[in-house]
């Protein structure tokens, strides 16, 4: 069975850091690619970043470039996101999801169940 | 990377079709057969029901069906039950090893 479980949310002030986790069992991690996407409260589904099994090719949305980092460890079977120079409008929920292939077909066949991250002072 | 375009809201009476739109660019929805579809119900995780424009994962009712014209994807539920009551997402390849989720579409059953 396909489990992804994330970790590491909670509340941030505006400007700091947070690191996610996303433990991943029940099939070979680095046969795919991973995506984080987030869900701001009451609002919509928003793809945030994606990596390639490899970590060969890697693409972040604009709102989070340049203070957003994805990574994996595929001998952890584990996804990151560093997440710095953290705003209010990034309070969400973060779901790690699995893509359907190696390089990234940007759909996603098996989600966490979210870590919830509040940015407020 | 603008979300794609989705009604905010779409109904139907038990047993009817209803058909949802999502307007993308030519950048998105336009260059890649990578269009998928989601489900949503309150305070769970999205489920993946239509992906590469038209296919249905193992699993997926055949009420549900995909298509895609020029900028547009569709998703069509057919056999209106209670059951599909939820929020609806379409997702695109967009290039640049990026994606992009439409603006989400709620589904009421009458």
């Known amino acids: 069975e396909v489990q992804l479980v994330e970790s590491g949310g909670g509340l941030v002030q505006p400007g700091r850091s947070l690191r996610l986790s996303c433990a991943a069992s029940?099939?070979?991690?680095?046969?795919?690619?991973m995506h984080w996407v987030r869900q701001a409260p009451g609002k919509g589904l928003e793809w945030v970043s994606g990596?390639?099994?490899?970590?060969?090719?890697?693409g972040y949305a604009d709102s989070v470039k340049g203070r957003f980092t994805i990574s994996r460890d595929n001998a952890k079977n584990s996804l990151y996101l560093q997440m710095n120079s953290l705003r209010a409008e990034d309070t969400a929920l973060y779901y790690c999801?699995?893509?359907?292939?190696?390089?990234?077909?940007?759909?996603?066949?098996?989600w966490g169940q979210g870590t919830l991250v509040t940015v407020s002072s | 990377q603008s979300a794609l375009t989705q009604p905010a809201s779409v109904s139907g009476s038990p047993g009817q079709s209803i058909t949802i739109s999502c307007t993308g660019t030519?950048?998105?929805?336009?260059?890649?057969?990578?269009v998928s579809w989601y489900q949503q119900h309150p305070g769970k995780a999205p489920k993946l029901m239509i992906y590469?424009?038209?296919k249905r994962p193992s699993g997926v009712s055949n009420r549900f069906s995909g298509s895609k014209s020029g900028n547009t994807a569709s998703l069509t539920i057919s056999g209106l039950q209670a059951e599909d009551e939820a929020d609806y997402y379409c997702?695109?390849?967009?290039?640049?090893?990026?994606?992009?989720f439409g603006t989400g579409t709620k589904v009421t059953v009458l």
């Open positions: 999801a699995k893509d359907s292939s190696m390089v990234g077909a940007y759909y996603f066949d098996y």
């Open positions: 029940g099939f070979t991690f680095d046969d795919y690619a």
């Open positions: 990596i390639s099994w490899n970590s060969g090719s890697i």
């Open positions: 030519s950048s998105d929805v336009g260059s890649y057969n990578l």
């Open positions: 590469e424009g038209s």
């Open positions: 997702c695109s390849y967009a290039g640049s090893s990026t994606g992009v």
